[in-house]
Structures are given as C-alpha cells and as structure tokens.
C-alpha cells in the first residue's frame, strides 16, 4: 500500500496494486476514489465501506460529518457540510457549501534558503542583440482596436505554412508569422484601467524576446492611439518594431499590402538566429490549470510543483496565477512570502477580488466550472488548494499585477482571472517564454508567441486526447511513479521544449487565437 506523507499531495510509488483511494493527510475528513467505487467497497485502513456510487476523482466520506461543520481535504477547509453527512458517503456540491472562515496568514512563517543547483542545466535558446533570451522566432502583428483586426489576419494568412509553404520555405528559422487580435481598444476612458491593462499587455507583447519582430496596425480614430501606446510602455518605432493605421495607408487592401511588404523585409534578418546553450536561468514558465477535476491537486500540479523547485534551484522564474483560483488557500503562500510586504501585496489583491465580485452582484465560488465539479472538485477553497500545488515548495519573491514585467528571479504570483486564455495572456506579456498548464476534464489550449505544455492528470484523459497532451501524470495515481520522478520527466521536457522541441498545440497550429487581454471598466 502507498505511504502517505504529511506533506499534502505527496504520494510515494508501490509496486502492489494501489488501494481504491486516495488518502491526502492524516487530517482529512474525505479520500479521494482512484476509479468508479460502488456501493459496498470496503477502503482499506479507513474502516468504510463506500455507500453509493462515487465517480472518478470524487470524495468518500471517512467519518460522519454534522451539517455545519468543516470538511477537510490536503488538511484543510474545503468547504461546510450543508447537512448531515454519514461515513462513505459521496461528499460533493449536494452536501457542501462554501463558508467563512479565518485564515492564519502567518506571514514569511514557512520561508526557507533555495539550494541551488551544484551544475546549472542549460537549454539551447536564441539570444537577441540586446541580451534577451527567446524560446522561439516568430514576427508578430497586433493591433490596437478591434477594427484592425481583418487586415492583421490577412497580413499573416499570406505567410501561413499550411496556405502558402513557399512563401516562408526560404526562412527555416522563422516559427511563422501571426497576428494577435483582439475585442477592444475604443469606447473606454482614455485614462481608465481598462486601457491600461490593454496597453501594458500590448506593450508586453511587442518587447517580447520571442518575436523577431513586430508590426502593430490600428484603424486611426481609436481610444487607443498607437503614439499614446508607444509612450506609456516606452515603445520607439525601429527597424522591427512598425507602426501604422488604415486611415493613413489608404483603406483595407494597401494596408495588408504594406503589411505584407514590413514583414517580408524582416524575414532575411530573423532568420539569421542560431540556437546556443544557454542557462535554464532564462526560462520565465507560466503555470496554468485548466479543465482541473479531482486529480489535478494530486498528480499533475504536484507535478508541475517538483519541476517548478528545479527550475528555481537552477535560477529560473515560475508565475503562479489565477488569483480567484488562490482564493481560500492564500494563507499557505502568505507563509511563504520572503517578506511580509510581499505577503501583503498578495493579499491585497484578494481583497481587490473580493470587492470586484461584490460590484458586479457575483460571487468568488462562480469558480469552479460545471466540468470542474464533474470531475469531482466541490468549491473553489478545493480547488485552489490543489491548485496552488503548481508552485512547489520554494519561496514567494514577488507580486505583479497583470501583465506587468517579471524580473525577479523564483516563485512570483500575477494577478490575473482564472479564465486560462486571459490568464496565459497576462503572463506572456510579463515575459513568460514557457507555459505549462495542467488538465483533469482535457484542454486543447495553445500560446503564441510562446510554446505551451499541457499536462493530463490522468490515464484515462491521456488515452482518450492524447493527441493535445504533451505529458501524462497518472503514472502517480498508479503508483508506478513518484510526484518527485514527474516532476524530474517535466523538468526535462520542458528544457527540451524551450530548446525548440515543438509541444502538441504547437503541432496543431493552435495560438493566435487564445490572444485574449482582460477588459475591465465601462464600455461606453
């Protein structure tokens, strides 16, 4: 039988078939079922016998529970009984609720010295003329308005493989050229958050490592002036870097033959780039979770966890998102904040959800999503305590906002929604050159510029669309293997994916359009 550490979501490898569930912490009120249970089972060293059928992934009661009272899983609060609840019985959303209740931030309490590694790992990356390390060599056309959009599209249809093969046959070293469009840029207050967090996300993009170069075309009359977005992110117009409207060049079909003509005059140079080794100190990973069920917190983000130890133990950077899927279980971060300035700024933003929910008459456990619960997740306190599990064990350095720079070094958090698409977007524009994202339920979610892993918790998602996943983690829940061996295995790929190995979305031509920058404020 598997041996259960303390430590929440650590299970230890056995060679004897596993037990029928799963046991998190010697606290717990629930045990999670490896696969279908019926009625009758009896779990072993539980003293239970299940009651009912409990799905994969789902919660089984190992002791009676009084309406009201807590329920505990990683050892922690999940939730409230909302009535009686026997022992063996499914414990799910028909007999848990959400709650209030308080949390010890205990700020720095739990921060600890990050060995490095003795011989720091490398990956083959490219290196700009300025420094700055990229992971892939795209040219990229964004806009500013939503009225651009058609002529961005057609600028990079001309040069798509999959259309036109001759046009970029020429240029081996250059991963495409694409266009990233998006919904806003006009009816906004000009000096209002939403256009901000368009600009910086925008701005992010254009300085971004992993574009060669950029071309960004606006309409002309929008909020959004292309000159005002070149100021605020201090933004010049180069050699790679090209600005201009539909208005000025003279309607729709000058405009893409413009378009056109910049981007074919930075093929020859972009495509000068050779990959070198480089230290895995570069590597800026974003860590998403999408498509989460009641595996993720066990296998796969546990995962992601122990290669995202590695990866700070050899100077790298990791930013853990999604604040509303933080939410309940902040207060393990907090103790990891290595200053109570940084805990507090973490926490801020809690607040700033909070009060963002009560505007808008919602309310924080919207999340999880219908296919979340059917895989087994109750609330959202559930599912951010598994979810945080994607940030290892290493320190908390800093706290951005969304699509703000990251330049610290280790474990950072970015305030974004935890809608996947928003999420990566912010992180991306921050500097992210890698993204790993984790799936229970199944995710056909792909990034540009920057390539991005996805991560199946479980056997039976890996055999069913094992064509958009790059790494299965239910050799965990097996038993064959230990959260410390994946996160090895995932350590390794995504070296080998920064270096240039293309992941399955990046197969599928997946990218352009999970472009999706947060809009907030009034549309007027």
């Keep these: 039988m598997p041996s259960i550490s303390e430590d929440p979501c650590v299970v230890t490898p056995s060679p004897v078939t596993p037990p029928p569930a799963i046991r998190l912490h010697s606290r717990d009120d629930v045990v999670i079922a490896r696969g279908q249970l019926v009625g009758g089972t009896i779990l072993p060293g539980e003293g239970v016998t299940v009651s009912g059928l409990i799905p994969p992934g789902h919660k ?9 009272e807590a329920v505990r899983r990683y050892g922690q609060i999940i939730g409230f009984a909302s009535r009686p609840i026997a022992a063996g019985e499914h414990v799910h959303t028909h007999n ?19 060995a490095m590694a003795a011989t720091p790992a490398t990956f083959n990356g490219i290196v700009r003329a300025d420094g700055r390390i990229a992971t892939r060599n795209y040219i990229g056309v964004l806009t500013s308005v939503n009225c651009s959009a058609t002529v961005a599209r057609a600028i990079a249809d001309h040069f798509r ?23 806003a ?32 075309i606006g309409l002309g009359c929008e909020t959004n002036q292309i000159s005002r977005l070149m100021e605020t ?38 495509n000068q780039v050779k990959r070198q080794p480089v230290p895995a100190a570069h590597l800026v990973v974003g860590l998403q979770c999408g498509g989460s069920d009641g595996y993720s917190g066990i296998s796969a983000n546990p995962a992601l966890g122990a290669a995202v130890d590695r990866l700070v133990a050899h100077g790298g950077t990791a930013i853990l998102s999604e604040t509303p899927e933080i939410y309940g279980a902040e207060h393990l971060l907090t103790r990891r904040a290595v200053t109570r300035a940084v805990g507090e700024k973490l926490v801020a933003r809690i607040r700033w959800w909070e009060d963002y929910c009560a505007r808008h008459h919602a309310a924080m456990n919207n999340n999880p999503s219908a296919g979340n619960k059917a895989g087994g997740l109750t609330t ?14 290493t320190n908390l350095v800093e706290v951005y906002e969304y699509a703000q720079h990251v330049d610290a070094k ?38 540009a510029p920057t390539p991005s892993l996805k991560i199946a918790t479980n056997d039976a998602l890996w055999n069913r669309q094992q064509e958009d996943m790059d790494l299965n983690c239910g050799s965990i829940l097996s038993g064959q293997k230990s959260i410390d061996e994946m996160g090895a295995e995932l350590f390794q790929l995504m070296l080998d994916t920064a270096s240039g190995t293309l992941s399955r979305s990046e197969i ?4 352009q359009n999970e472009f999706v920058p947060w809009q907030i404020g009034a549309i007027t």
């Design 96 to 114: 848990v609720a959400m709650g209030e209740f308080a949390r010890d931030y205990a700020f720095c309490a739990d921060t600890k010295t990050t």
């Design 233 to 270: 992110q201090g933004l010049k117009e180069a050699e790679f870097l090209k600005t201009f409207n539909i208005q000025d060049t003279g309607g729709t079909a000058k405009t893409v033959a413009r378009g056109i003509e910049l981007v074919g005059g930075m093929l020859a140079e972009a």
């Design 185 to 216: 840029g006009c009816a906004v207050d000009p000096e209002g958050e939403g256009l901000a967090l368009l600009q910086r996300t925008l701005g992010g993009y254009a300085a971004h490592p992993n574009f060669a170069g950029v071309l960004v």
């Design 161 to 183: 493989r999959d259309i036109h093969p001759e046009v970029l046959a020429p240029f081996p070293n250059v991963d495409g050229v694409v266009a990233l469009t998006h919904g």
């Design 410 to 447: 280790g474990l950072v958090f970015m305030d974004t929604p935890g809608y996947d698409p928003i999420s990566a977007t912010g992180q991306v524009a921050g500097g992210a050159n890698l993204i790993c994202f984790t799936t229970g339920r199944g995710s056909a979610y792909g990034c």
């Design 508 to 511: 599928h031509g997946y990218g």
């Design 60 to 68: 089984v009661a190992v002791r009676a529970i009084a309406e009201g």
């Design 380 to 393: 959202v306190l559930e599912k951010s305590l598994g979810g945080i599990a994607k940030a290892g064990h």
